[in-house]
């Protein structure tokens, strides 16, 4: 059974809410319909009512496969506002937070963060800079964390790594040039998505050009830095490092280039790029070179799991990040 396989099963065991703000487009509209039928999810379409209704019509869908939320429905808007601002993490006011949710978006936010939904997916009608700040202004940011990042996940054939063909890496797709900081933070949340997403136990390798001082340069000392602010923040995570990428994945590597004891260092199931020009390219080299299958980006670092997906994403993919978001976010509530 493959790692996309295993996921869909758990998605199908605890079927979670999805917010689809985006309800009117095509392709979401069908994913939507399509992992709610096959009971994968619980699809919630938000947006006007009766437009809905009549794309459900014109595309002889099944009505009561979905919730439908009205934004125009003032009485369930207003219980959502007095819920939302009650919360003690909440960055808007009501006035304010009256007119966003005018948009879709921002209204499927706050289902959301009122627990009327568990997952909020969107990003073909909006962009990913809409996602993100719409997130960041409701949603907000896990405490701790100060920077949102993306994880992927690789199939990779022919590679035996400690989780066999599978290998977590991030952030090839969000945070362009993190600072120390906010790299242990890509590091921590790293571990979190991987635990709630599969069940492993993370080993966590920070890697660079260099393994443990083998290199300098300030490049080397951020990753580093990295490393001890990530251990000092969350001890309970095994994260490691700096490692060349070979010493972080193959154990007859790491036993000649780490001479002290790791729980990381050759076994490494989660990999952390020193920055996105890395991660990018580093990405594109496994999928063409080792015709890996990459599930992703995840994002990462929100209070709750929100996902933009890829606006060239064809229906398949858009399905399988659709099941993986309903599987973190089950995760996540352990």
Same mark, same amino acid.
């Given at each position: 059974m493959?790692?996309?396989?295993q996921?869909?099963?758990?998605?199908?065991?605890? @079927? *979670?809410r999805?917010?689809?703000p985006? &309800? %009117? !487009?095509?392709k /979401?509209?069908?994913?939507? =319909?399509?992992t709610?039928?096959?009971?994968y999810i619980?699809?919630?379409?938000?947006?006007?009512?009766?437009?809905?209704?009549?794309?459900?019509?014109?595309?002889?869908y099944?009505?009561?496969?979905?919730?439908?939320?009205?934004i125009?429905?003032?009485?369930?808007?207003?219980?959502?506002?007095d819920?939302?601002?009650?919360? @003690? *993490?909440?960055?808007?006011k009501?006035? &304010? %937070? !009256?007119?966003r /949710?005018q948009?879709?978006? =921002?209204?499927?936010?706050?289902m959301?963060?009122?627990?009327?939904?568990?997952?909020?997916?969107?990003?073909?009608d909006?962009?990913?800079?809409?996602?993100?700040?719409?997130?960041?202004?409701?949603?907000g940011?896990?405490?701790?964390i100060?920077?949102?990042?993306?994880i992927?996940?690789?199939d990779?054939?022919?590679?035996?790594?400690?989780?066999?063909?599978?290998l977590?890496?991030?952030?090839?797709?969000?945070?362009?040039?993190?600072?120390?900081?906010?790299?242990?933070?890509?590091?921590?949340?790293?571990?979190?998505?991987?635990?709630?997403?599969?069940d492993?136990?993370?080993?966590?390798?920070?890697?660079?050009?260099?393994?443990?001082?083998?290199g300098?340069g300030?490049?080397v000392d951020?990753?580093?830095?990295?490393?001890?602010?990530?251990?000092?923040q969350?001890?309970?995570?095994?994260?490691?490092g700096?490692?060349?990428?070979?010493?972080a994945?193959?154990?007859?590597?790491?036993?000649?280039?780490v001479?002290?004891?790791?729980?990381?260092?050759?076994?490494?199931?989660?990999?952390?790029?020193p920055d996105?020009?890395?991660?990018?390219?580093?990405?594109?080299?496994i999928?063409?070179?080792?015709?890996?299958?990459?599930?992703?980006?995840?994002?990462?670092?929100?209070?709750?799991?929100v996902?933009?997906?890829?606006?060239?994403?064809?229906?398949?993919e858009?399905?399988?990040?659709?099941?993986?978001?309903?599987?973190?976010?089950?995760?996540?509530?352990?």
């Open positions: 493959s790692v996309l396989d996921i869909y099963e758990k998605a199908k065991r605890n @079927p *979670q999805i917010a689809f985006e &309800a %009117l !487009n095509e /979401m509209m069908q994913a939507a =319909y399509e709610g039928k096959e009971g619980i699809p919630v379409l938000v947006g006007y009512g009766d437009e809905i209704r009549m794309a459900l019509s014109e595309k002889r099944e009505e009561s496969i979905f919730t439908i939320v009205d125009r429905e003032e009485t369930y808007k207003k219980s959502l506002i819920r939302y601002v009650d919360l @003690p *993490q909440a960055m808007l009501e006035k &304010a %937070l !009256n007119r /949710m948009n879709p978006l =921002y209204y499927a936010m706050v959301q963060a009122v627990d009327e939904a568990d997952v909020t997916f969107a990003g073909i909006n962009t990913t800079g809409d996602v993100l700040l719409a997130g960041q202004m409701v949603i940011l896990k405490p701790g100060s920077a949102i990042s993306s992927g996940l690789c990779i054939p022919g590679f035996k790594g400690s989780e066999g063909s599978l977590a890496i991030g952030d090839s797709a969000v945070c362009a040039n993190p600072d120390a900081g906010q790299l242990a933070d890509i590091a921590i949340s790293a571990c979190d998505t991987v635990s709630s997403l599969l492993w136990e993370p080993r966590c390798a920070m890697v660079s050009y260099s393994t443990l001082g083998s300098q300030e490049l951020k990753v580093a830095k990295a490393v001890a602010i990530a251990n000092g969350r001890p309970d995570l095994a994260i490691d700096e490692f060349q990428f070979d010493a994945v193959s154990p007859q590597v790491a036993l000649k280039k001479p002290r004891e790791s729980r990381v260092a050759g076994k490494a199931n989660v990999i952390i790029w996105l020009n890395v991660g990018n390219v580093g990405v594109k080299l999928q063409q070179f080792g015709h890996a299958n990459a599930y992703g980006p995840m994002l990462q670092g929100f209070n709750k799991v996902c933009d997906c890829s606006r060239g994403a064809p229906v398949s858009i399905k399988g990040n659709i099941v993986i978001s309903a599987v973190r976010a089950a995760g996540s509530k352990r």
